[in-house]
């Protein structure tokens, strides 16, 4: 017990001096990332171009607005590469992976940031099958499809891996399906994290709090659509004022989501860039914070009375 707590008083020491060590230099490492067409990759892309990293920036439509944008703000240097990737195609990642190889930097590939993911919102009941399929494929799936591919290269040059998760790992309200695949990300990397110490390879998990205004990711939800697809069992258990109600609830959530992803940004960069990366990074306000504190520490019957509560309102 008495070495538990030594090292324990220790680890915080050892994780200053090593925070004391120069930074990374960007010159001549390359890094990937997923889901660049918005939000935080977008915002991503072009500071690790800045910063002097030659960056592939995977965008779902390479011909659409947002990766144009892309590649006219970061003003059509070459160490900024658009390129298609859908992270539930198979080919896409492979022909991704040609791509790095082919264009390596002198210092090779230095980092993968699995950001693309998908939100939505719906009670359990409500959503088909389909969409718990695709969800588990792109927020999941697909941030593993991706990092088995590019695991060999991250090897062998003692990379950086970075992970796209949530507070909503923790709870859930209304969001159920995006829940579920982050905390199943969150698990993934635990073991991840733990299997690439001894290659060098770190891995850390980024959670946000609620960005939805930064990132578009989730938009305002409507009553109407949600009830016009739900299925007759569905409609002969909830009615069109219970689904309002929970709609406006989560829209109400939502429009109260911070505006500056860059704080995100920043979180990320820190993890491809300090000598001492963290594990997770939870960029969240504080009340964010304090919910998942209750939920990680106070049993479950504590946890669903809050968040019952939160609901009821």
């Known amino acids: 017990l008495l070495l538990l707590l030594l090292l324990l008083l220790l680890l915080p020491l050892a994780r200053l001096c090593r925070r004391g060590a120069a930074r990374l230099e960007p010159a001549g490492r390359a890094v990937l990332i997923t889901g660049c067409d918005s939000g935080f990759g977008h915002l991503l892309a072009l500071r690790l171009h800045r910063l002097g990293f030659t960056v592939f920036a995977g965008c779902l439509c390479p011909g659409g607005d947002g990766a144009r944008r892309l590649q006219r703000e970061a003003g059509g240097a070459g160490r900024l590469r658009v390129l298609r990737l859908d992270v539930t195609r198979a080919r896409d990642v492979r022909a991704a992976k040609e791509l790095v ?59 950086r891996i970075v992970f796209m998760s949530s507070i909503i790992a923790y709870f859930t309200l209304g969001n159920g399906i995006y829940s579920m695949t982050k905390a199943a990300i969150e698990k993934f990397c635990d073991a991840l994290r733990l299997e690439m110490k001894k290659f060098g390879v770190q891995v850390s998990i980024i959670q946000p709090g609620n960005y939805a205004p930064s ?13 016009s697809e739900l299925s007759e069992e569905e409609k002969a258990v909830y009615n069109k004022e219970y689904v309002q109600e929970r709609a406006n609830f989560f829209n109400s959530i939502l429009s109260e989501g911070s505006t500056n992803g860059n704080e995100v940004v920043d979180a990320m960069v820190d993890a491809l860039t300090s000598p001492a990366p963290k594990a997770r990074y939870m960029v969240a306000k504080l009340k964010e914070k304090a919910l998942v504190f209750v939920c990680a520490l106070f049993p479950t019957v504590v946890m669903d009375s809050v968040l019952s509560y939160a609901l009821s309102k």
Do not use: C
Not at 215 to 227: D, H, L
């Open 215 to 227: 990132t578009k990711i989730q938009p305002p939800v409507s009553a109407e659509e949600i009830w």
């Open 101 to 159: 190889l082919s264009h390596l930097p002198e210092r090779g590939f230095w980092g993968l940031v699995n950001n693309a993911g998908i939100s939505t919102f719906g009670e359990t009941g409500w959503l088909p099958m389909e969409t718990y399929e695709k969800f588990a494929d792109v927020n999941l799936l697909g941030s593993i499809r991706t990092t088995l591919a590019f695991l060999p290269l991250l090897r062998k040059y003692k990379g």
